[in-house]
């Protein structure tokens, strides 16, 4: 289903814009939180007053004394009145000096999605088991401590932007509309993490942006914006699954988007007989961009080209060569979730197609079916949430949502000819202060936002505008690669490099 801007972008952006916003446009189930025995109603303007707790999280090789704040900031937006009160939930190592310990500012995406998924997959104190053993909508909602969190090197604090997690609207109409808008919502981001410094003592500390999926696509923007806007300087950039450019499609030839998805389709066939690695992958990405590139463009006119592209996608993906014939040697991300497996007759998942589900309906390729991964964790992981508030003693009355539809069907990407994106911001970002790093992660297996064509991007930024201060990570796992275990402890080895080289960086500079 397409989001319904309020303004629509070029017509260009709006099948680059449904390969992320697949994200969005399944709805999330949610969990009721509990309201404060004291108190049976309140007024939506209201969240609960901030909760301190501490905590012992005990870890097989070490054991860490953590305090969490659980609480919200308001969004005036320059209004007098608040135009909405963001959740954030803080989590902060004991006896760190506040000067000096970084901090971190995390994020998911949608738009219309809670943190609730970095939070527990990956960074947070406590962590839901999100391996393909594990994915089931009846699974229990078992936290456990999380060896592989990043409290060892930075703080957190989790920001559930408006409309999402218990984060409310409350100015209105007119509000609504300016929150969910690409500027709106970076504009609203910056003022809560400012807000957040201030009030906590930490405008001094070493400050991180962490972003998934299209909080990845918010994290150069907002790094642009916290500095022109609100003064406050970002040390290092971290982007998860990342789509950088809306506008990577044409509607009518779509070359560099078969291009940069190419190596994922390959490493999903070849993720059937073993491990896939990125190095294995050398050939296939040197043949998306150059004979199979030009193949693309030679066009369908041509019969030699539609016959070696054929005969190389058969060998490459194992597909059936007649549905390949059929298609003149092309193939979607649509038909592949459905062809990669049909023998046995299941679906793959788009944001991870090395996981696959019986598919209830064989015989309409076509019917829109819930997600293997995506759809099948949010029961448990929205469940977990309701857990972990009834540890940090914090329980707004009211819906906790994971994610929500009519979001993505109201957002407005803005009124220029171009459609949205965020390249040029990391560009500039990384060229204007020679300090910044920058990590993007991404999975091998992700058919949303596919590691190549991140690759492609990046290759644009000349080494001395700060290219060399980028690192793309490539693991094995989906567009939440952090599910595999191994993946989960690699995307942590790096952040940590991360801060590690942006403080050496900070250091050389003040000597």
């Not at 939180?33 to 905590?55: D, G, K, M, N």
């Not at 949608?110 to 994915?135: C, E, K, R, V, Y």
């Not at 023998?343 to 589900?357: C, L, Q, V």
Request: charged share 20%.
């Amino acid at each position: 289903m397409k989001p319904t801007p309020t303004r629509s972008p070029a017509p260009c952006a709006w099948r680059a814009a449904l390969a992320l916003l697949a994200l969005l446009t399944l709805s999330a189930p949610v969990a009721r939180a509990a309201p404060p025995a004291e108190a049976t109603t309140r007024q939506a303007a209201a969240l609960p007053s901030e909760s301190i707790t501490h905590h012992t999280l005990v870890l097989p090789d070490r054991t860490l004394h953590i305090t969490a704040i659980a609480g919200s900031e308001p969004v005036r937006l320059g209004e007098p009145a608040s135009q909405a009160a963001v959740a954030t939930t803080a989590y902060l190592l004991d006896g760190a000096d506040p000067a000096t310990r970084p901090v971190a500012f995390v994020f998911n995406g949608g738009p219309g999605f809670a943190s609730a998924w970095l939070q527990l997959g990956a960074l947070g104190p406590w962590h839901l088991p999100m391996d393909a053993t594990a994915i089931s909508p009846s699974a229990r909602p078992a936290l456990l401590p999380n060896a592989d969190t990043w409290l060892d090197f930075t703080d957190l604090v989790f920001i559930d932007p408006p409309g999402t997690g218990y984060s409310e609207i409350l100015g209105g109409e007119a509000a609504r509309h300016r929150l969910w808008s690409v500027d709106g919502d970076i504009a609203a981001l910056a003022e809560v993490i400012r807000r957040w410094l201030d009030e906590h003592g930490r405008i001094a500390a070493p400050k991180l942006l962490v972003g998934e999926s299209y909080g990845g696509f918010r994290v150069p923007l907002l790094a642009r914006a916290l500095a022109s806007q609100q003064g406050v300087g970002v040390r290092g950039l971290v982007m998860i699954s990342p789509l950088l450019d809306f506008g990577r499609d044409s509607s009518v030839l779509d070359p560099l988007s078969a291009v940069g998805r190419l190596p994922s389709l390959v490493a999903v066939a070849r993720s059937a007989q073993g491990p896939v690695t990125r190095a294995s992958l050398a050939a296939v990405e040197h043949y998306a961009s150059t004979d199979y590139l030009l193949d693309l463009l030679r066009g369908e006119s041509d019969p030699a080209a539609v016959a070696r592209l054929v005969d190389r996608l058969t060998a490459l993906t194992g597909l059936d060569r007649t549905l390949l014939r059929e298609r003149d040697g092309r193939i979607d991300v649509a038909t592949f979730l459905h062809a990669i497996d049909r023998r046995d007759g299941r679906i793959a998942s788009r944001y991870d197609a090395s996981i696959t589900m019986p598919d209830p309906y064989p015989a309409t390729p076509g019917l829109h079916l819930p997600d293997p991964v995506l759809d099948a964790l949010e029961p448990p992981l929205t469940e977990a949430m309701a857990l972990v508030y009834d540890r940090l003693a914090w329980h707004p009355a009211g819906l906790y949502r994971l994610g929500d539809r009519s979001i993505a069907r109201q957002w407005d990407w803005g009124d220029s000819f171009h459609p949205p994106e965020s390249f040029t911001a990391l560009r500039t970002a990384l060229a204007f202060d020679p300090h910044l790093h920058a990590l993007i992660i991404h999975g091998l297996f992700d058919l949303v936002t596919p590691y190549f064509a991140t690759r492609l991007l990046l290759d644009q930024i000349p080494a001395a505008a700060g290219g060399e201060r980028v690192q793309l990570l490539v693991l094995p796992g989906g567009h939440m690669p952090y599910t595999e275990d191994a993946s989960r402890a690699a995307l942590r080895q790096a952040a940590q490099g991360l801060v590690a080289a942006s403080r050496s960086a900070h250091v050389s500079a003040s000597r």
